[in-house]
């Protein structure tokens, strides 16, 4: 290495430069680091020499460069045991995560909630890190990630007790430690909250008794187990924006003004398009996302528009075409020529509300020959599945059914075929019910207050399903249900632990996946699981995960390697200490 300076007319700066080979065997140069201007020298190195002390630098950066080329050998004899108890197995995967955690402040926030409550006796950045790491790469218990995070390079140092404390100590600062992340968030990426998607799912309990926020209400998942409902915000990129938990007899459309208000109040967002289904698209909520600078897009069934609405909705004449200024008549097309088209129309609706006000929305309704073709598929198998139960003499129904359910599709009679009254009930498939469900086949419809072109506000309609994706992830890969914590407060920091480590996966999934590369969650989350490392004592660890893109993409993405033959103490030592810098920011000290 050699110390060299670039002059130009009225500076002078130093840097840190090697040669090398290239592939084609010429000789070239590569700055290893830009040191900075004479005063930036003075600054680091002292102002009695500090072109001495930069070149002690040098010779002390050529020296480790020297280090790290050097064989490491180790003897090993097939007659010594191991160590009993001696753990000689480490995940390294969750340095990945670590980095993220860090950039997020979370560390920081942690600080600020231990010194605001004085009286914590435990590190409780410590523990909101390991519950997250492990929510992600080991999902389980509060006991069970306890034990999973020994097999950490950093090894846990609180008892179980203190992890339920500081579950009880994150529920107190629930909203604010969700604006905190935001905040900050944005100085890692810019986060896109222009339109905003909002909707809920429940999670169930393994217990029959209800109280508190655990109470029994209608569970996605149709198991007859209590339930909490969890309220979820994700921006227009798909990342984790708030969330609320309610209990499970809540009416989803009364959680949707309570959180916007936090929204504006915590979050400073005021300015937000408000995207829905149709469990939500209550008209007071509505008309609350109508007012100043909220606007709503919303999903509308067609079954429950008024008569003449619906009428309309149905025609077949008057559709549209991005892009085209024809008018389609769909009933006249061919549909495999059309197979892959979406028609649209549209229509500006006052709708009068309870409160005597005037509800200004415009509805919007599409149509697809594919997705007639897909309607008509499903209900065809429900159709075939209701005549099995008729066939069976399973045609007794109940007098609840879900939109799904192939029982519907099942009608019972009380009366003979001379129209006289029976004790016992004839069941029948119902095609009345049948036939009135076709006529929505391949119509789809939304409400809006905004003025935008009908194409533009189905495509970000079309945006909801991040939301699911968020759920689906929650759900299946981070283990969030059943619950197994009891109190109120405890159960708030469970899904506060499940939210941050979502946000956390999505940042990492974003920073992997550049470059057109697309990996899985499966794919992500198994690859930083299967990062193991074998310890070799006074020496360090080796690798015995396999390279691939996915972690060439990850250590890219983090700044970091982890995939050389043998990774020293020292370089590990480096590596952690390497995913817990952050940039210092006002009031982060």
Not at 304 to 314: E, I, M, R, T, V
Not at 330 to 339: F, N, P, R, V
Request: hydrophobic share 35%.
């Amino acid at each position: 290495m050699k110390l060299t300076v670039s002059r130009s007319q009225n500076s002078e700066t130093y840097y840190i430069q090697k040669s090398y080979r290239t592939d084609s065997g010429k000789s070239s140069t590569k700055t290893v680091e830009r040191l900075g201007s004479i005063e930036e020298l003075k600054s680091r190195f002292g102002e009695e020499d500090p072109i001495g002390g930069a070149r002690a630098y040098m010779k002390a950066l050529s020296a480790a460069e020297k280090k790290a080329r050097e064989d490491i050998v180790v003897k090993f004899k097939p007659s010594v045991l191991i160590q009993k108890g001696e753990q000689r197995s480490y995940n390294g995967g969750y340095l990945f995560l670590q980095k993220i955690y860090y950039e997020l402040g979370l560390d920081y926030i942690c600080k600020k909630i231990a010194k605001k409550h004085k009286m914590v006796k435990y590190d409780l950045n410590s523990i909101l890190s390991m519950l997250i790491y492990t929510r992600i790469l080991y999902p389980g218990s509060k006991r069970s990630s306890l034990e999973d995070a020994k097999k950490f390079f950093e090894q846990p140092e609180c008892t179980l007790e203190q992890v339920y404390r500081a579950l009880s100590l994150l529920a107190t600062e629930f909203n604010e430690i969700q604006a905190d992340v935001y905040k900050r968030s944005q100085k890692l990426w810019k986060r896109n909250t222009q339109v905003v998607y909002y909707d809920l799912t429940n999670y169930f309990f393994e217990w029959e008794e209800e109280g508190g926020l655990v109470q029994f209400g209608h569970c996605k998942e149709g198991r007859p187990l209590p339930i909490v409902q969890m309220g979820l915000f994700m921006d227009h990129d798909g990342f984790p924006l708030a969330m609320c938990i309610e209990p499970g007899n809540t009416a989803e459309t009364s959680t949707l003004k309570p959180m916007e208000q936090i929204l504006k109040d915590k979050f400073g967002l005021s300015k937000l398009v408000v995207c829905t289904d149709g469990g939500l698209s209550s008209y007071e909520n509505r008309k609350n996302d109508s007012i100043g600078d909220r606007s709503f897009i919303t999903v509308q069934s067609l079954k429950k528009l008024k008569k003449h609405l619906q009428g309309w909705a149905l025609d077949s004449k008057g559709w549209h075409i991005d892009g085209s200024g024809e008018e389609y008549d769909i009933s006249t097309l061919d549909s495999k020529e059309y197979y892959d088209t979406l028609f649209f129309k549209e229509r500006w609706d006052p709708t009068p509300m309870s409160t005597g006000e005037t509800l200004e929305q415009r509805i919007i309704v599409t149509f697809s020959f594919k997705y007639q073709e897909y309607l008509s598929y499903v209900r065809e198998r429900q159709v075939t599945r209701a005549a099995a139960l008729l066939a069976k003499g399973r045609g007794a129904t109940s007098k609840r059914k879900s939109p799904n359910d192939a029982k519907r599709f099942i009608k019972a009679e009380y009366v003979t075929p001379d129209g006289e009254l029976a004790q016992t009930a004839s069941y029948s498939l119902n095609q009345e019910m049948i036939d009135q469900e076709a006529r929505f086949d391949g119509f789809y419809a939304l409400c809006t207050d905004l003025h935008d072109p009908a194409p533009a506000i189905i495509k970000l309609n079309g945006g909801r399903w991040i939301i699911e994706n968020g759920f689906r992830i929650m759900k299946t890969d981070f283990d969030a249900r059943p619950v197994y914590v009891r109190r109120d407060d405890r159960i708030k920091a469970h899904f506060l632990i499940c939210f941050l480590a979502l946000l956390i996966y999505k940042y990492l999934e974003k920073k992997v996946n550049r470059g057109g590369k697309h990996f899985t969650t499966d794919e992500i989350v198994d690859t930083l699981r299967s990062m193991d490392f074998l310890s070799i004592p006074g020496e360090g660890y080796i690798p015995t995960y396999t390279r691939t893109d996915l972690t060439n993409n990850l250590h890219g993405s983090a700044g970091f390697r982890t995939d050389t033959q043998i990774v020293t103490k020292q370089k590990m030592r480096s590596i952690i200490a390497q995913t817990k810098k952050r940039e210092k920011d006002d009031g982060a000290e």
